[in-house]
């Protein structure tokens, strides 16, 4: 078995530049993302709604699924005492 330490490539810091600007392709696909993940779960509730013999365009399921997000969302933001568990922010 070979020990000599000058055989082992030397470690590169591969650490991310959080100091710098993201890059125009990190934008685009960030966008891009932003702007498809909407789109198809919006696609995918109109699929759902109809299959079940519902109207695809009713609002009342937008409006209660949007109600239940930000009731889920607003959860995951509460505050709570340093002592429990740790909140997002602490992580």
């Known amino acids: 078995m070979n020990t000599d ?19 125009m392709a990190t934008v685009i696909v960030f966008v891009g993302m932003l702007a498809t993940v909407p ?32 009731i889920a969302l607003s959860f995951e933001f509460v505050t709570t005492d340093s002592t429990t568990q740790p909140t997002l922010w602490q992580q």
């Open 5 to 23: 330490s000058t055989a082992l490539p030397a470690p590169t810091a591969s650490r991310p530049h959080l100091d710098h600007k993201p890059g």
């Open 39 to 70: 789109l198809f779960a919006g696609y995918i509730l109109v699929a759902d709604i109809s299959d079940a013999g519902g109207r695809a365009f009713a609002w009342a399921p937008c409006i209660l699924l949007g109600v239940a997000r930000l």
